[in-house]
Nanobody, 114 residues
Framework: QVQFVESGGGLVQPGGSLRLSCAAS????????MAWYRESPDKRELLATIRADRTTTYADSVKGRFTISRDNVKKQVYLQMHSLKPEDTAVYYCTKMGTASEAWGQGTQVTVSS
């Protein structure tokens, strides 16, 4: 069974930075398209994806501020976040694209507040 474990969240001031990490299990990680989502009380948002060839896509809300990357040897996906805003406050999840949300990990809380 594929599992995802997110880490790296926390409390940060507006304008600050955080780097989220996600450890994935599974033997074919290197060919998966991976994604970062976030969920707040009123919405779920797809933030970024990275394909096996490392092609990336970003939501307009984070473009230019967030960077997704991957390490296939370590089976890890990262989300580097800069210029954080209060509206970035949410629980952040990583997953393999197409995975039902019921199979996601616990997520990591990011709170942007002064």
């Amino acid at each position: 069974q594929v599992q995802f474990v997110e880490s790296g969240g926390g409390l940060v001031q507006p304008g600050g930075s955080l780097r989220l990490s996600c450890a994935a299990s599974g033997s074919r990680f290197d060919i998966w398209t991976m994604a970062w989502y976030r969920e707040s009380p009123d919405k779920r948002e797809l933030l970024a994806t990275i394909r096996a060839d490392r092609t990336t896509t970003y939501a307009d809300s984070v473009k230019g501020r967030f960077t997704i990357s991957r390490d296939n040897v370590k089976k890890q996906v990262y989300l580097q976040m800069h210029s954080l805003k209060p509206e970035d406050t949410a629980v952040y999840y990583c997953t393999k694209m197409g995975t039902a949300s019921e199979a996601w990990g616990q997520g990591t809380q990011v709170t942007v507040s002064s």
